[in-house]
């Protein structure tokens, strides 16, 4: 063979190869390019607890909130309940009532172990994160990459964008609601959910348009883990999320549970109950599948705590705290203009969906994460404050109960003025800053102007009109005192007072984004004394 032969062949070879790779790689979706290694600050300065009495303060309630759920128990009929409080890390109180097999006899207890239904779409959505963090899928990623029946969907106009996954995370599919359909769909196979979705599917509205709840949209979800994953969605739910979290008394399939611990699903009749039928794992159990306990559910409630308040330190759970926050955050927020707050005031609120979670912010700024649940013969919620680190969830065994009387007992804990939102901690830079702006102020030192002053600052109002305004407070103030510390409203916003003979000094500034941050904007005036 000559030269000239073996080249041709080399050439032939590298080409075939080059078709091979291209078309192994065509079909599989996008991974998002992340930087392995960052800078940050090592000073940062996290939010924190003053005078922190949160545990003793609700151990302290036991009495009461036993009472209150004893007596929503009886209104409603509900054979059992068990509740249980979680603050930071730690089930800091349970009570339970009633009983999770009347025909046995048995007692509910924090051990007892009920389906949770759709409290289990959290889990789905963090499993699609964690793939999404570790490259192997995007959201923006269409369905179709992965559910090859979604090719022939058709959508009700021209315009829709095409289904992705973030659409279904984000309950915006544009899928009708379908609670009590999808509630029994739950132990159906896989080739019931593909063969539906290769027949085609309706939708209410197009894709990233409006809200509305989807159980088919989880279902799908879990189809993806499944195949991204490469092991079936509950294997990876449990490998990945439940054992890492010391979960182990987390079922898919209630056939598993030993028998004194499994609550048994009702639904009224008569006056009296009847036994609701347990469907068994299938398909849909991404939307709702997942078997706890409130020992077992309550760690799930510390990881979610543990990503707030953003700070420095190793990551300890199966999923970055960052990525937590993520799912705390809110998707086509909606205005509650009629809400109230844990006093029954008026408090307006914006509620949206996250990834797989329901928040609200009310008008004082509180954030509110939470998921019910309800199957037959069930019904769950949970919702925790992250400013607050508390976590509150409590599990029924009533067709499509609410198991608690959530505003009394968030009234008990939350109208305590003992239990405190974390504080906002200032920055360093803006604590120098403040320092030195409180000496610029009094003596004008052209020095110390240029190097904290923007230069914005006197092209918005000149020097001359600015000092001669502020040298006004000040001598409004009379003679100067105590000077209080910061009141950040970020780490580079915020205020703070100087105490005057006649009265207190309030100055408002804002720093600049850049390297060494300078003062952009500037607000003092006089606060007389009452």
């Not at 999404?132 to 959201?139: F, H, I, T």
């Not at 198991?403 to 504080?423: A, G, M, V, Y």
């Not at 409004?476 to 950040?488: C, D, L, R, S």
């Amino acid at each position: 063979m000559n030269l000239d032969q073996i080249n041709s062949i080399k050439k032939t070879l590298l080409f075939s190869l080059c078709i091979l790779l291209y078309s192994s790689c065509v079909d599989a979706p996008a991974t998002e390019e992340t930087p392995t290694t960052k800078s940050f600050l090592s000073t940062y300065k996290p939010d924190y607890f003053e005078n922190d009495v949160r545990i003793e303060e609700i151990s302290r309630l036991l009495p009461d909130i036993e009472k209150l759920m004893e007596d929503h128990a009886a209104a409603r009929k509900i054979p059992g309940i068990s509740l249980g409080i979680v603050v930071d890390d730690s089930l800091v109180l349970t009570t339970s009532t009633g009983m999770i097999n009347r025909e046995k006899g048995y007692q509910a207890s924090s051990s007892s172990v009920f389906r949770i239904a759709s409290m289990t779409k959290s889990f789905t959505a963090m499993a699609i994160l964690k793939l999404r963090d570790e490259g192997k899928l995007k959201l923006s990623d269409p369905v179709s990459n992965y559910i090859r029946e979604t090719e022939g969907i058709t959508y009700n106009t021209s315009d829709s964008p095409i289904l992705n996954l973030r659409h279904l995370l984000t309950m915006t599919a544009g899928f009708p609601e379908d609670n009590p359909w999808g509630d029994r769909q739950l132990d159906e196979p896989n080739e019931m959910l593909t063969g539906m979705i290769s027949e085609g599917l309706s939708f209410s509205s197009v894709p990233a348009f409006q809200y509305e709840y989807s159980n088919l949209g989880y279902a799908m979800l879990g189809n993806i883990v499944t195949k991204v994953s490469g092991i079936p969605y509950q294997e990876y739910i449990r490998n990945e999320l439940l054992l890492p979290l010391g979960m182990e008394s987390s079922y898919w399939e209630f056939d598993e549970i030993p028998e004194d611990q499994l609550a048994i699903g009702y639904r009224t009749k008569d006056n009296g109950w009847e036994l609701e039928p347990m469907l068994h794992d299938g398909s849909f159990g991404a939307m709702g599948g997942l078997i706890t306990t409130i020992e077992d559910f309550s760690k799930y409630v510390s990881l979610h705590l543990n990503a707030w308040p953003p700070r420095n330190g190793e990551e300890i759970g199966p999923i970055k705290r960052a990525t937590l926050r993520e799912m705390h955050t809110q998707q086509f927020s909606r205005l509650n203009a009629n809400s109230k707050d844990f006093n029954n005031e008026p408090c307006p609120s914006l509620r949206g969906y996250g990834y797989g979670l329901s928040i609200t912010r009310d008008c004082n700024g509180v954030r509110r994460v939470s998921h019910g649940g309800a199957l037959p013969g069930f019904g769950s919620n949970y919702v925790f404050y992250p400013q607050y680190g508390i976590g509150l969830m409590a599990f029924g065994n009533l067709t499509y109960t609410s198991p608690w009387p959530l505003s009394e007992i968030e009234k008990l804990i939350f109208s305590n003025d003992k239990i405190q939102r974390r504080q906002l901690r200032s920055s360093d830079i803006f604590d120098k800053r403040k320092d030195q702006l409180l000496s610029f102020l009094q003596s004008w030192d052209t020095q110390l102007e240029k190097e904290i002053i923007a230069e914005n600052l006197y092209l918005d109002q000149s020097r001359e009109i600015r000092k001669q305004r502020i040298d006004e407070v000040f001598a409004q103030a009379g003679t100067i005192g105590e000077v209080f510390e910061v009141e950040p409203y970020n780490k580079l916003r915020g205020y703070f007072k100087v105490r005057g003979e006649n009265g207190d000094i309030r100055v408002f500034f804002t720093l600049t984004p850049e390297k060494e941050p300078k003062v952009q904007r500037l607000i003092v005036r006089f606060i007389p004394k009452d």
